[in-house]
């Protein structure tokens, strides 16, 4: 089965930065589009960015202008730069694949999800 595996992730002050990557298995083929979630202590999963068939990326409010993701597809590797950090974005991140046809946006559109990554934002 095919696998995506995060990294990246750890503990930085407000205003600081990270970057996570995320690497994808061979055996995930096909034409593919990655994604980024997230999701904080007892909040639900939310979508933070992710690549469209166009190989554009699309960004959640809450981070549009503060992260930027990117996909290789040489490399079968997804980046998320995260800059301008806030308390309010700590949570644990994950990337996931779907197949580029169905909707980025959509939780549900996704087949493929790493294990997730602790991200945590001092204030």
């Known amino acids: 089965q095919g696998q995506l595996v995060a990294s990246g992730g750890g503990s930085v002050q407000a205003g600081g930065s990270l970057r996570l990557s995320c690497a994808a298995s061979e055996n995930i083929y096909g034409d593919y589009c990655m994604g980024w979630f997230r999701q904080a202590t007892g909040k639900e999963r939310e979508g933070v960015a992710y690549?469209?068939?166009?190989?554009?990326?699309t960004y959640a409010d809450s981070v549009k202008g503060r992260f930027t993701s990117s996909q290789d597809n040489t490399k079968n590797t997804l980046s998320l730069q995260m800059n301008s950090l806030k308390f309010e974005d700590t949570a644990v991140y994950y990337c996931?694949?779907?197949?580029?046809?169905?909707?980025?946006?959509?939780?549900?559109?996704?087949?493929?999800w790493g294990q997730g990554t602790q991200v945590t934002v001092s204030s």
């Open positions: 690549i469209g068939s166009d190989g554009k990326p």
């Open positions: 996931a694949a779907r197949l580029c046809f169905f909707n980025g946006s959509r939780e549900a559109s996704y087949g493929w």
